[in-house]
């Protein structure tokens, strides 16, 4: 092949190198770390050090995940998660029904507990609320929701239930990975 249609193709394929630009390495990081079959519906565009995640999941949990994994990467400053969890329709009946079993079957939760906890669901929306004893106990509950087909989006108001002799003023629950869980203060 001659020289030039070498230099024309390195030309197209590889710009940056030919033309002396330096790739971006936040960009770089974040295109290998959603690289998994699992993001494959997910778009990244990097915007000085603002990330912009669009694109569909299938589970809620794979949509705090992506964030979850590009906090992780140096240089990035802020990071805007607009990944949609795309899931056929259930009636909200079977979707309580389903996260509650995701809860205090799946993650083994004391039936004693679930007078403390308010659990419910519009349109793929799951709403919790009342109390928990640990906030390890706040983010397993997440979890286990995140993690239960057919939620979309969780609205967190869950507290740390205070100990006599304990700051009360601790008690907002845990927001879940990233920002994708609406949630009444942070621990």
Not at 120 to 145: C, K, R, T
Request: proline fraction near 5%; aromatic fraction near 8%.
């Amino acid at each position: 092949m001659k020289p030039i249609a070498l230099l024309t193709l390195a030309a197209f394929f590889f710009p940056s190198l030919c033309f002396g630009q330096n790739a971006n390495p936040i960009a770089i990081a974040v295109e290998k770390s959603l690289g998994s079959a699992t993001y494959k519906n997910v778009q990244a565009s990097v915007r000085g050090a603002v990330v912009i995640l669009t694109g569909t999941v299938d589970l809620y949990a794979t949509r705090e995940e992506a964030e979850e994994q590009l906090s992780r990467i140096r240089g990035i400053g802020a990071i805007q998660n607009e990944i949609r969890v795309v899931t056929s329709a259930i009636p909200d009946d079977e979707l309580r029904a389903r996260v509650e079993e995701s809860i205090y079957r799946g993650h083994g939760y004391r039936p004693d507990i679930s007078h403390s906890l308010f659990i419910g669901a519009h349109n793929g929306v799951v709403s919790l609320g009342g109390y928990v004893s640990s906030p390890q106990m706040g983010h397993d509950l997440l979890e286990a929701v995140a993690h239960t087909r057919g939620v979309r989006e969780i609205v967190n108001r869950v507290q740390l239930r205070s100990k006599p002799g304990v700051d009360s003023s601790w008690t907002s629950a845990p927001p879940f990975f990233g920002t994708g869980v609406t949630s009444n203060g942070a621990w």
